[in-house]
T-cell receptor, first 112, second 115 residues
Framework: KAGVTQTPRYLIKTRGQQVTLSCSPI?????VSWYQQTPGQGLQFLFE???????NKGNFPGRFSGRQFSNSRSEMNVSTLELGDSALYLC???????????FGSGTRLTVV | AQSVTQLDSHVSVSEGTPVLLRCNYS??????LFWYVQHPNKGLQLLLK??????LVKGINGFEAEFKKSETSFHLTKPSAHMSDAAEYFC?????????????FGRGTSLIVHP
């Protein structure tokens, strides 16, 4: 059974640019959530999508957005990048909210 | 509102000795609790979860955790540490605060295993 796949693994962008990250969940999982991991703030929840609808949202500015497609694949977009957006972005899929999450290996974003 | 506190940022043990990683939580509802492990440059892997069934939960790789409601704790233990256990461990709480499940992560505990 294939795991959660995130692409790309590494990304370097310049301040002011925008970036799109991709996540393919485990087959059959309809819930996809995104997290930002930094040394200073730890792991923080960004948002969760279920059946193409945003179900939950963390406390991040509107520059962070996402979407989910009919095949459950999800993308996350960050516009007008800031240096502080440099982080490991993790995607996770789940069969249900109390089942726990299966995480991908993450996308390491560096903003210069 | 829910919250989780991992009481130790670093725990150092010798190979073959017991491991104890401490986690306290706060929740207004019946929470789901999870432990995850993260190896360097990797995503998080689920070790075990508590979702209101048995209070002693067994996970992968010999880890287990006990849910103690009276102490609001969910400590992670392993009888004998292995070198491959060296990693970052996260305690996570999730409940229906605000009507939906949003997980809250602890700050993590770095487990160091000495030969």
């Amino acid at each position: 059974k294939a795991g959660v796949t995130q692409t790309p693994r590494y990304l370097i962008k310049t301040r002011g640019q925008q970036v799109t990250l991709s996540c393919s969940p485990i087959s059959g999982h309809r819930s996809v959530s995104w997290y930002q991991q930094t040394p200073g703030q730890g792991l923080q929840f960004l948002f969760e999508y279920f059946s193409e609808t945003q179900r939950n949202k963390g406390n991040f500015p509107g520059r962070f957005s996402g979407r989910q497609f009919s095949n459950s694949r999800s993308e996350m977009n960050v516009s007008t990048l800031e240096l502080g957006d440099s982080a490991l972005y993790l995607c996770a899929s789940s069969a249900g909210q109390t089942y726990g999450y299966t995480f991908g290996s993450g996308t390491r974003l560096t903003v210069v | 509102a829910q919250s989780v506190t991992q009481l130790d940022s670093h725990v150092s043990v010798s190979e073959g000795t017991p491991v104890l990683l401490r986690c306290n939580y706060s929740s207004s509802y019946s929470p789901s609790l999870f432990w995850y492990v993260q190896h360097p440059n990797k995503g998080l892997q689920l070790l075990l979860k508590y979702t209101s069934a048995a209070t002693l939960v067994k996970g992968i790789n010999g880890f287990e955790a006990e849910f103690k409601k009276s102490e609001t704790s969910f400590h992670l233990t392993k009888p004998s540490a292995h070198m491959s256990d060296a990693a970052e461990y996260f305690c996570v709480v999730s409940d229906r605060s605000g009507g939906s499940y949003i997980p809250t992560f602890g700050r993590g505990t770095s487990l160091i295993v000495h030969p």
